[in-house]
């Protein structure tokens, strides 16, 4: 497996623990109400399961099982993929974090990082989704 399929795939799994005990938070706190702010964390559970855990899972594996090139670079425009890890992960936490602290603007920002996240993979990955080289036998 590459190393950013590693890093990305590794990264998934902390927001899907972290997404997951929220969930769990919000699940006991509606079973037996303790504290009421916690309802705050459904926006950050949905972030972070999301767009840390679902998404960033797919760019992972998508990264990992994409055709690559015959000729280096065999994984293509990696820097993209790179920033994409970077934007995602730090766009995450701003619109996480943001809803947390209620503030609009943080989100926004974060948004607009995870669409360029978005807008980045797309770019890498789209030259590495080509049929099989002429001659390949797969079998
Ligand atoms: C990949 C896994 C998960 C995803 C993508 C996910 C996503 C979501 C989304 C989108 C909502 C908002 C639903 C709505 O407003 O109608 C939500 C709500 C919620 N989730 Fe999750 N969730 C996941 C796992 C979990 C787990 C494991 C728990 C509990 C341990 C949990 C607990 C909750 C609770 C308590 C709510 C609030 C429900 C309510 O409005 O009454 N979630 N989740």
């Not at 099982?65 to 934007?87: E, I, K, N, W």
Request: hydrophobic content about 55%; aromatic content about 12%.
């Amino acid at each position: 497996m590459p190393r950013l399929s590693v890093w990305m795939i590794r990264a998934a799994l902390i927001y899907l623990g972290t997404g997951f005990l929220f969930g769990g938070l919000m699940l006991f706190n509606k079973g037996i109400p303790f504290e009421p702010s916690l309802w705050r964390l459904l926006p950050v559970h949905i972030d972070l399961l999301l767009i840390g855990w679902l998404l960033q899972l797919a760019m992972g594996v998508a990264y990992w099982v994409a055709p690559r090139f015959s000729d280096r670079p065999r994984y293509g425009r990696t820097r993209l993929a790179m920033a994409a890890f970077g934007l995602l992960n730090v766009g995450v936490w701003l619109s996480a974090g943001g809803e947390w602290a209620g503030e609009r603007s943080v989100v926004l920002i974060g948004w607009v990082s995870i669409t360029s996240a978005g807008v980045c993979f797309v770019l890498h990955l789209l030259p590495r989704i080509k049929p099989l080289s002429p001659g390949y036998d797969p079998t």
